[in-house]
Nanobody
């Protein structure tokens, strides 16, 4: 199984980006699909998640600006990011957790927000 993340890039503050993560292979009994990020010198943090039942959660710093979504087949998880700020600069990782609490990780995609 591979998770292929894409959509990162350089954007000015206030701009938007859409990250996508495609599942190559099969993951059974998905419990949650998530996006994490890691900024230079900081720990990796959970940014957004969506449960198998469609319940979403966000870190406070992105609420109202980011939206996580997935397709019905759970083959892709996306993160729509609006009103980007320089502090959103990080490498973003998609991660999918199954019912056995095993997490599959993508390779990361860099988001750089210039001021």
């Amino acid at each position: 199984v591979q998770l292929q993340a894409s959509g990162g890039g350089l954007v000015q503050a206030g701009g938007s980006l859409r990250l996508s993560c495609a599942v190559r292979g099969s993951i059974f009994n998905i419990e949650a699909m998530t996006w994490y990020r890691q900024a230079p010198g900081k720990q990796r943090e959970l940014v957004a998640g969506i449960s198998s039942g469609g319940i979403t959660n966000y870190v406070d710093s992105v609420k109202g600006r980011f939206t996580i979504s997935t397709d019905n087949a759970k083959r892709t998880v996306s993160l729509e990011m609006n009103s980007l700020k320089p502090e959103d600069t990080a490498v973003y990782y998609c991660a999918i957790r199954n019912a056995r609490a095993f997490t599959f990780w993508g390779q990361g995609t860099l988001v750089t927000v210039s001021s």
